[in-house]
């Protein structure tokens, strides 16, 4: 499959049948993740990093699963480009700008064939899911009646025009939540519809949450929860993490939990010899 590569986060042991994942790799990178094979493993649910160099998949034995010879058939892997589609024309159908806008487009998709498709543009978002010395993470509980479900969120909202994304999730946790953080990491960044909408997330980690505020923005109100990351899996095979974000968030804090350290863009750049992309 052209413009993925396979990632294997394999045991030592080579007998294990380890699962693996798909990945687009990008200009800002990629996003891998991994679900383990059996409960109780010792990342129960696994690894979610943002890495500016992925490797293909490696069950060698080595110091870091990342080895030399996953990292070469990394770049060979991205030889060969998927096809693109050409876009003809397109105008604006509805204009509800600031917070979306549809275009409608005459496209030729890949396969050579002629259509009009539809395309929604919403602003950048800024998520961040704050975590504790306890293992858990800080969310929001609270309806979402467009979808009438009761579930879980990250704190989180769209970017100003001109506003870093940082800071916009440090904005966000406060008037949501009237917690503020000691730092941020970036942790990923990433498009949850691309094949109708383009809506850029921008995910955090947050350390060292205190609550310095009562909670200020009351459309956004929702009841404040510590919950443990040992529950992500549940949440997740129940529904019960609202949104992409909040689910990319809990992932990546217990990738954050399992592995001892924070996460960062240049988790594996020690690791990995650099991969060329464009």
């Excluded at 394999?10 to 049948?17: F, K, S």
């Excluded at 699962?19 to 990178?29: D, E, F």
């Excluded at 890495?51 to 030399?68: D, E, L, M, W």
């Excluded at 949104?243 to 750049?269: N, P, Y």
């Amino acid at each position: 499959m052209a413009g993925f590569v396979v990632v294997d986060f394999g045991d030592d042991d080579p007998t294990v049948d380890n699962p693996v994942a798909l990945i687009a790799p990008s200009k800002r990178g990629a996003s891998c993740y991994r679900l383990a094979s059996k409960p109780g493993h010792k990342s129960s649910l696994a690894v979610m990093l943002r890495v500016g160099n992925v490797a293909t998949r490696s069950n060698q034995q080595t110091n870091s699963p990342f080895s030399k010879q996953s990292a070469r058939r990394y770049r060979e892997a991205m030889t060969d480009r998927p096809p693109r589609t050409t876009v003809h024309s397109g105008k604006l159908v509805y204009d509800g700008r600031p917070w979306l806008s549809v275009e409608r487009h005459h496209i030729t998709t890949p396969d050579g064939v002629d259509r009009q498709h539809h395309a929604v543009r919403l602003n950048p978002v800024a998520i961040v899911t704050a975590i504790d010395d306890q293992g858990r993470a800080l969310l929001l509980q609270r309806h979402r009646w467009i979808v009438d479900t009761i579930g879980y969120e990250s704190p989180g909202g769209i970017v100003d025009s001109g506003e870093e994304h940082e800071s916009c999730a440090r904005r966000e946790l406060l008037e949501e939540t009237g917690f503020t953080v000691e730092r941020l990491a970036l942790v990923a960044e990433l498009e949850p519809m691309p094949g109708l909408v383009q809506t850029p997330h921008y995910i955090f980690l947050g350390y060292g949450p205190r609550q310095v505020a009562a909670p200020t923005d009351a459309e956004e109100a929702g009841q404040l929860v510590w919950v443990p990351l040992s529950r992500t899996a549940e949440l997740l095979a129940t529904g019960q993490l609202l949104g992409t974000g909040t689910a990319v968030g809990m992932l990546a804090a217990v990738a954050d939990s399992a592995g001892g350290q924070e996460l960062s863009g240049s988790a594996l750049e020690q690791v990995v010899p650099a991969a060329e992309t464009s």
